[in-house]
């Protein structure tokens, strides 16, 4: 996140950061919700979405597990997606304890 | 933001529409570093940003793909046929498998494609942001026209009746900003057996080339391909020009590509290419120039009128950008200056059965 900031525009993680944290929290609610009602269009425009943002903020972890979970929906291999949000989940709380410290 | 009033030149005004709160706060933040740039609304929606360009009435919106409810392409369509604004898709969604192409976009009516810059730590994300605000700042300055949706307008005026009447032996299409729509629109009324020769100079990114063709091919009822060193120009065959080199015409009209250095700017350059069929042809050759900011291609259809072959303009009211056209118009290289429609026909009257 550091090193981002350093070469990115300056103030852009700063400015960028806390929007991901609420927003991604929000959009794992409902890719959840979208996952367990089986309903590939909204879970996989929820994940592009999540995929474009963590993107956006450096998470390259995040970026890889939203390209598994794309995958999983376009295969409807919903049964497989628990676990992927599970390290989104996780991965997000990583962050968020970062930024705490930047 | 508050406009520096002692600058003299107003600030673009820019909508952004994307449905990640994110992307829109990371493009605000990349624009808004722009000297002269200032973002006047944000959407998260398609019908939130018809909504806001209604009232905001923005000099143009960035535009995402993928967005819930109405897509950004069916956005942009509406959009265009309401309260047309330059457009200009940022998407890292397009080209990919499955997904829509950049020609989609264009023919949807947007001016152009950028990726959606990613901050990485290191200098290319400062290119990307760089290009995005380029891209910004140059198309705003566009001026866009009514696309109405589905319905096939009639042209209140008269049948053109100063059509061309004599056949050619190959007809040369040179486009620019908003050339792609336009060229769909004339290949896709060209017969099976259209006999001229068919060449057409699009300026594109070398990227985007490919799915431009076959794009094309849809439309189109002849067979079209990207031009070849060595290939060709045959009777009913569409050749586009590559990206990146300048296509001459030889004797027997052998294909020749050559040239990386850009002619006005231009790469490939529609004037090369028109002044070489003017010299291979000679009135056997028909020009036609269609929506394009600058003037390339004005000389060159210039050259094939001296030579006593057909030229053809897109008209004004119909053009995304009035450049090439009206250098054209003023250099006196234009004999018929007509709408999309008409210039089909015009095509159409050059096949040696029309007559």
Same mark, same amino acid.
């Given at each position: 996140?550091?090193?981002l900031?350093?070469?990115?525009?300056p103030?852009?993680?700063?400015?960028v950061?806390?929007?991901f944290?609420?927003?991604?929290?929000?959009r794992l609610?409902?890719l959840?919700?979208?996952?367990?009602?089986?309903d590939?269009?909204?879970?996989?425009?929820?994940?592009?979405?999540?995929?474009?943002s963590?993107?956006?903020?450096?998470?390259?972890s995040?970026?890889r597990?939203c390209a598994?979970i794309?995958?999983?929906?376009r295969?409807?291999?919903?049964g497989r997606?628990d676990v992927?949000i599970?390290k989104?989940?996780?991965d997000?709380?990583?962050?968020r304890?970062?930024?705490?410290g930047? | 933001?508050?406009?520096?009033?002692s600058r003299?030149t107003?600030?673009?005004?820019v909508?952004?529409?994307?449905?990640s709160?994110?992307?829109?706060?990371m493009?605000k933040?990349?624009?808004e570093s722009?000297?002269g740039?200032?973002?006047?609304g944000?959407?998260?929606?398609?019908?939130?940003a018809?909504?806001?360009?209604a009232r905001?009435k923005?000099?143009?919106?960035?535009?995402?793909l993928?967005m819930?409810?109405m897509?950004?392409?069916?956005?942009?369509?509406?959009?265009m046929?309401?309260?047309?604004?330059?457009i200009?898709?940022v998407s890292s969604?397009?080209?990919r498998?499955?997904?829509?192409?950049?020609?989609?976009a264009?023919?949807?009516?947007?001016?152009?494609?950028?990726?959606k810059?990613t901050?990485?730590?290191?200098?290319?994300?400062?290119?990307a942001? +760089?290009?995005?605000a380029r891209?910004?700042?140059s198309?705003?300055?566009?001026?866009?026209?009514?696309?109405?949706?589905?319905?096939?307008?009639?042209?209140?005026?008269?049948?053109?009746?100063?059509s061309p009447?004599?056949?050619a032996e190959v007809?040369?299409?040179?486009?620019s900003?908003?050339?792609?729509?336009?060229?769909?629109?004339?290949?896709?009324?060209?017969?099976a057996n259209?006999?001229?020769?068919?060449l057409?100079?699009q300026?594109?990114?070398?990227?985007?080339?490919t799915?431009?063709?076959?794009?094309l091919q849809?439309?189109?009822?002849?067979?079209?391909?990207?031009?070849?060193?060595?290939?060709?120009?045959?009777? +009913?065959r569409?050749?586009i020009?590559?990206?990146l080199?300048h296509l001459?015409?030889?004797?027997?009209?052998?294909?020749?590509?050559?040239g990386?250095?850009?002619v006005?700017?231009?790469?490939?350059?529609?004037?090369?290419a028109?002044?070489?069929?003017a010299?291979v042809?000679?009135h056997r050759?028909? +020009?036609?120039?269609?929506t394009?900011m600058?003037s390339?291609?004005?000389?060159?259809?210039?050259?094939?009128?001296?030579a006593?072959?057909?030229t053809?303009?897109?008209?004004e009211?119909?053009c995304?950008?009035f450049?090439?056209p009206?250098a054209?118009i003023?250099?006196?290289?234009?004999?018929h200056?007509?709408?999309?429609?008409?210039?089909?026909?015009?095509?159409l009257?050059l096949?040696?059965?029309?007559?």
């Amino acid at each position: 996140m550091r090193r981002l900031e350093a070469r990115a525009m300056p103030g852009l993680t700063a400015h960028v950061l806390p929007i991901f944290l609420r927003d991604t929290a929000a959009r794992l609610v409902t890719l959840r919700e979208a996952v367990v009602r089986r309903d590939a269009n909204v879970a996989h425009r929820v994940a592009h979405t999540l995929h474009g943002s963590a993107a956006t903020v450096g998470a390259e972890s995040m970026v890889r597990v939203c390209a598994d979970i794309i995958r999983e929906v376009r295969a409807e291999a919903f049964g497989r997606c628990d676990v992927h949000i599970g390290k989104l989940d996780a991965d997000l709380e990583s962050i968020r304890r970062a930024a705490e410290g930047i | 933001m508050v406009e520096d009033a002692s600058r003299g030149t107003p600030d673009i005004r820019v909508l952004i529409a994307d449905d990640s709160a994110v992307a829109r706060e990371m493009l605000k933040h990349v624009l808004e570093s722009e000297a002269g740039i200032r973002v006047v609304g944000m959407a998260a929606s398609g019908p939130e940003a018809l909504d806001l360009i209604a009232r905001l009435k923005p000099d143009l919106v960035t535009m995402d793909l993928v967005m819930p409810g109405m897509n950004g392409l069916e956005a942009t369509q509406r959009i265009m046929a309401r309260h047309p604004t330059p457009i200009l898709f940022v998407s890292s969604f397009f080209g990919r498998a499955g997904s829509y192409s950049r020609q989609d976009a264009l023919a949807a009516g947007a001016l152009d494609v950028v990726e959606k810059p990613t901050p990485m730590p290191d200098a290319t994300w400062l290119v990307a942001a +760089g290009l995005l605000a380029r891209k910004v700042k140059s198309l705003a300055q566009v001026t866009v026209v009514t696309h109405i949706q589905g319905v096939s307008v009639p042209d209140p005026r008269p049948r053109v009746s100063s059509s061309p009447r004599v056949a050619a032996e190959v007809v040369a299409i040179g486009a620019s900003t908003g050339g792609p729509r336009v060229l769909g629109e004339l290949l896709s009324m060209l017969p099976a057996n259209y006999r001229p020769a068919v060449l057409v100079i699009q300026h594109m990114a070398e990227g985007v080339m490919t799915g431009l063709v076959g794009w094309l091919q849809q439309q189109s009822k002849l067979p079209c391909k990207v031009a070849e060193d060595g290939d060709y120009l045959q009777p +009913g065959r569409v050749l586009i020009a590559p990206a990146l080199a300048h296509l001459t015409v030889a004797a027997g009209g052998r294909v020749h590509l050559g040239g990386s250095d850009p002619v006005k700017g231009c790469l490939p350059s529609i004037d090369v290419a028109f002044m070489a069929l003017a010299r291979v042809y000679g009135h056997r050759a028909a +020009g036609v120039l269609l929506t394009g900011m600058g003037s390339d291609g004005a000389a060159g259809l210039l050259a094939i009128r001296q030579a006593g072959g057909v030229t053809l303009a897109q008209d004004e009211a119909s053009c995304a950008v009035f450049g090439m056209p009206r250098a054209a118009i003023e250099l006196g290289a234009v004999q018929h200056v007509l709408a999309p429609a008409d210039l089909g026909r015009g095509l159409l009257a050059l096949h040696p059965r029309a007559r």
